[in-house]
């Protein structure tokens, strides 16, 4: 859309002349007025993008004090344009921050050039200013340490806990090397040591603090220990990454007695869940998830691919926080008619609409005290987006054709497997609530990156489904091991458990062989319906010919490629492959480059 610009100039010919030469750059005039007073009454009605100005115009109140007023109350920039350009004005200008000054008579250039760097300033400024606003709001009250730090390593916000561990002011902490403010030394040696930041942002992966001495301004020393985890940015490229840290030793306890920690799967069990993370990767995520649940962060992002885990890890973050013993409230945001979404949040009182009888509590009420875990939040469309950062804002919200406003007291778990940044990137998601929603990111890993936990969850789920089918298969063999390894998992760990399901139902020796191992990606499939397990499913379906690995190799290449239209590209990133390793995998099958 083109930028709406707004003229304020009292000749007339001048303004006629502007108007033409705006149109013809491609931009749309909202309006031409020749007073200040109309100039305010114009912005209140129907806010310009920006306001180019005569400095010197009529009405009560001059250019200057005109433009100041545009800028502070509508957030309205101004560009001026004027024939003068003596002292005493330039420093009344001046005093307005104008975002440019242009001295007629002008180029047509040189006006295309000023307006065009006016817009692009006001929109970055109004960006980080968003952007610091929700930081400060989430981050403020929370009781651990938390810093959020530029990709540059520059501290972009720190709140009130961090000042008391570190020393430093927010004021002075703002802007500074974040190594200048963490400066860490080893606890037995008093050795310094290097921030792990780099770590963290270059293999984009939550790193661990532990134990460790930081040194505080005033040369002080506080026993320290948390997490660094990257953060996304609106544009889908790195932003930087979160501190999150608190006195003390390394332990990250649950408030909730964690009921196991079963060694040999390096299980993680709580109440009926449980979770395999014998990788660095995932232990860590666990720890920071840990601390993240500890602390009172109000909103949580969990973003990944499907079938990574991010159901698990909300019902993690929840039953082990403090919040555990009130309510968990999903809603899947995408399952949902648009026109029911919004009753089903906010609740209804009698006659909101023609045939709403009764009273109904709408689901932010039914999580008060607990979390609300909004699945693929993607999904929620611009209407309620706005009315939803509303009440992460005030904690606080009615009821559709309520009057009266309910307070609740609720930790918001987003979850995405979309692209919720190039969501935002194409306008379908508010930039302002993705900055509330994403301050504290948790991103389980693709399982093709932490390979080593494939063999431990597999064993996990033949356990499981052990007890579900009442059978006793005792393990898996070295040989169908190998494959599982070599598998690239592109539905993740849910396809990893619905492979097991299935071989343990084919199996008929009593150890997993090749043979049972069947791959079928749950990308391409269509999902086990809520209704009959899989398993019921795989037992009506008849048997396929061949179970060989290179024949289902071949299969997924095929729909992959199908699906794609035939572009190896996309289809190697469906299965979660490069193209190069796409191509040598079709030579060798014999599949035909064209
Ligand atoms: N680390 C893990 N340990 C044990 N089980 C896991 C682990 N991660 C995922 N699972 C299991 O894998 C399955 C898929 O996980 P989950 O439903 O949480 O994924 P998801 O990321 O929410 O997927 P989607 O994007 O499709 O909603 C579930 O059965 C879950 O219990
Ligand atoms: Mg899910």
Known sequence: ???????????????????????????????????????????????????????????????????????????????????????????????????????????????????????????????????????????????????????????????????????????????????QVFRLADAATGRDLELPLEQALQQRAVVEIRDRMLITKGGGQNLVSGNIAPLRAADGGPSGGVIMFEAGTAETEAPYPLTKVMKEFQTIEFGRFQIVAASQPMKRLLSFTLRVAKSEASTVLIEGESGTGKDLMAQFLHYSSTRRNGPFVALNCSAIPEALLESELFGREPGAYTDARSQKKGLLEVAHGGTLFLDEIGDLSPAVQAKFLRVLEQQSFRRLGGLQDITVDLRVVAATNRDLAGAVQSGTFRLDLFHRLSVIQIAPPPLRDHPEDILPLANHFVQEHNRRYKVNILGISADAAKILERYHWP?????????????????????????????VSSRMAPQPASFGSASEQARTQSEPADLSLRNSERTLIVQALEKSGGNKTKAAALLGISRDVLRYRMKKLNLDED
């Open 491 to 519: 539905g993740n760990v849910r396809e990893l458990r619905n492979v097991i399901e299935r071989a343990i139902l084919l199996e008929e020796t009593d150890q997993l062989q090749i043979g049972s191992i069947q791959f």
């Open 1 to 179: 859309m083109a930028d709406r610009i707004l003229i304020v100039e009292d000749e007339r010919i001048t303004a006629e002349d502007l108007e033409e030469v705006l149109k013809d750059l491609g931009y749309q005039v909202s309006g031409v007025v020749s007073s200040s007073e109309e100039a305010i009454r114009e912005a209140q009605r129907n806010p310009p993008d920006l306001v180019l100005m005569d400095i010197r115009i009529r009405g009560e109140i001059d250019g200057a004090e005109t433009a100041l007023l545009l800028r502070e109350r509508f957030d309205v920039p101004v560009v001026y344009l004027t024939a003068h350009a003596d002292r005493d004005t330039l420093e009344r200008a001046k005093q307005s921050r104008p975002l440019g000054y242009i001295v007629k008579p002008f180029h047509e250039a040189e006006l295309h050039a000023s307006v065009e760097m006016a817009l692009y300033k006001h929109r970055h400024d109004r960006r980080s200013r968003s952007r610091e606003q929700h930081v400060t709001n989430v981050l403020g009250t929370l009781s651990l340490g938390i810093a959020s730090v530029d990709q540059d390593g520059t501290i972009r916000m720190m709140n009130r806990a961090a000042e008391g561990l570190t020393g430093w002011s927010m004021e002075e902490a703002i802007g500074t090397p974040v190594r």
